[in-house]
C-alpha cells in the first residue's frame, strides 16, 4: 500500500510541475524546419536538373582531376584549391611552388 501512494505521489508532483510548450519554442522550431526545408530543396533541385559545372584541371606531375566550379566564390578560392591539390597530387609540399 505505501509503494501505490508513494508512487501516486510522485505521478501527481510530476504532473504539477510539468511545463507547458510556450510559443516561441514553437516558432523557433517553425523557423528552424523551414530553413533545413530551403536547404535541403536547393540541394534536390540541382540533384534533379544535374546542373554541375566541372572542370578539368591538369597537375604539373599529370594527374588529372575535376573540381566543381559552383563550389567556389572567387578565382582566388578556385586557385588556393587547385595549388592544394597539385601538392596532394603530385606529392609535394603544400604550397607547391
Known sequence: MKKIIFIVTLGVAGLMSAK??????????????????RNCSRVSIKAKTGYYNWIQVTSPCGAVYYLEASDYDS?????????YFNAQKCGTSYPLT
Not at 510548450?21 to 533545413?36: G, P, R
Not at 578565382?75 to 595549388?83: G, M, S, Y
Open 75 to 83: 578565382i582566388q578560392a578556385f586557385t588556393d584549391d587547385v595549388t
Open 20 to 37: 507547458g510548450i510556450t510559443d516561441k519554442e514553437i516558432t523557433k522550431k517553425i523557423k528552424t524546419t523551414a530553413k533545413k526545408a
